[in-house]
């Protein structure tokens, strides 16, 4: 298992940027593929984006395609989420997950969760 803990929430205005960061802790981190997913109030959990344990192969929502970016940094026990061209729409918790298998878009296809992290963006 792998503990995780988000950051990089906050609020900014429409149009602007932020990366999200989800460390974890454990020596395994590399061996699980990691999602980005959010829930805005009163709406299921929705996936983002997703990568691969080897770094280099990465999906993402069509909703958010050609605007958040995922990535990771094994050996830094990181991954991240760069998110631009923010829109009000986008405001929610922001959550990632470990997964043991890739490609994966459900909840419940992963094991690991973190606590959140809020973005607010403004109109």
């Known amino acids: 298992q792998v503990h995780l803990v988000e950051s990089g929430g906050g609020l900014v205005q429409a149009g602007g940027s932020l990366r999200l960061s989800c460390a974890a802790s454990?020596?395994?981190?590399?061996?699980?593929?990691m999602g980005w997913f959010r829930q805005a109030p009163g709406k299921e959990r929705e996936f983002m984006a997703a990568?691969?344990?080897?770094?280099?192969?990465?999906y993402s929502a069509d909703s958010v395609k050609g605007r958040f970016t995922i990535s990771r940094d094994n050996a830094k026990n990181t991954v991240y989420l760069h998110m631009n061209s923010l829109k009000p729409e986008d405001t929610a918790v922001y959550y990632c997950?470990?997964?043991?298998?890739?490609?994966?878009?459900?909840?419940?296809?992963?094991?690991?969760w973190g606590q959140g992290t809020q973005v607010t963006v403004s109109s």
């Open positions: 454990g020596r395994t981190f590399s061996s699980y593929a």
């Open positions: 997950a470990a997964a043991t298998t890739y490609p994966a878009s459900t909840p419940r296809n992963y094991v690991n």
């Open positions: 990568i691969h344990w080897n770094g280099r192969d990465t």
